[in-house]
């Protein structure tokens, strides 16, 4: 074999490697985190619905996932994490609340907040099945993991503009309203 190959090998294996291998506050997360334990101890009740919750709750929008990218988006004031779960994965309320937007920005990111008296909660590249005004209780159904807007793969290349099939996630940005201060949206669960 050529070398060039080899190395191109090894350069896609490695990445591969690092995509499993996530880094998240310095500390490597080498599988999936389990469900937050506030919701592991208690019983789903049947179907759809979901206990009550009081307003200041939070709960990832994914029963399962991995951490796809830890804190970022500093530079467009978001303090937001990436969590990926697979296309079409349900996406569930994080928090208790009303849908204040339901919209697609100028990058065609697909852009969804829900708030509450505590948190603004905003989601993107999802499919969306709720509408401003619905009120939610925290576990709803609110849509599925998409790729929609400014996804990449891991070179970079755009997914969704240019058909291709890669970067489905869910990036997750958290207003805590009382300190008016973006919050990691992992701290808010452990």
Same mark, same amino acid.
């Given at each position: 074999?050529?070398?060039?190959? =080899?190395?191109?090998? !090894? ?9 499993? #291998?996530?880094?998240?506050? /310095? ?15 208690? !019983? ?11 307003? /200041?709750?939070?709960?990832?929008? @994914?029963?399962? $996932? ?13 303090? !937001?994490?990436? =969590? ?6 349900? +996406? $569930?309320?994080? #928090?208790?609340?009303?849908? #204040? ?16 008296q505590? @948190? ?5 590249h ?27 793969? @891991?070179?970079?290349v755009?997914?969704?503009? @240019? /058909?291709?099939?890669? /970067?489905? &996630?869910? &990036? =997750? ?12 949206? +992992?701290?808010?669960?452990?």
């Amino acid at each position: 074999m050529h070398r060039s190959y =080899l190395m191109t090998l !090894a350069a896609v294996m490695w990445l591969s490697l690092a995509a499993f #291998i996530l880094v998240l506050d /310095g500390e490597p997360q080498r599988e999936a985190l389990p469900a937050p334990a506030a919701e592991s101890t208690q !019983a789903q009740p049947a179907g759809d619905e979901r206990p009550a919750t009081a307003p /200041g709750d939070f709960r990832l929008p @994914y029963d399962q $996932y991995l951490i796809t990218q830890g804190v970022h988006g500093y530079e467009y004031g978001h303090a !937001a994490i990436d =969590l990926g779960a697979g296309e079409g994965a349900p +996406l $569930y309320a994080p #928090i208790s609340g009303t849908v #204040i937007v339901n919209t697609v920005d100028e990058l065609q990111n697909t852009i969804l907040v829900i708030e509450n008296q505590r @948190y603004a909660v905003t989601l993107m590249h999802g499919i969306y099945t709720v509408a401003p005004g619905d009120p939610l209780t925290i576990g709803d159904l609110i849509g599925s993991e998409s790729n929609q807007g400014n996804t990449q793969d @891991y070179d970079g290349v755009p997914c969704f503009y @240019y /058909g291709r099939d890669c /970067g489905y &996630h869910t &990036h =997750l940005n958290v207003l805590d309203k009382m300190s008016g201060q973006n919050v990691n949206p +992992l701290d808010l669960v452990r």
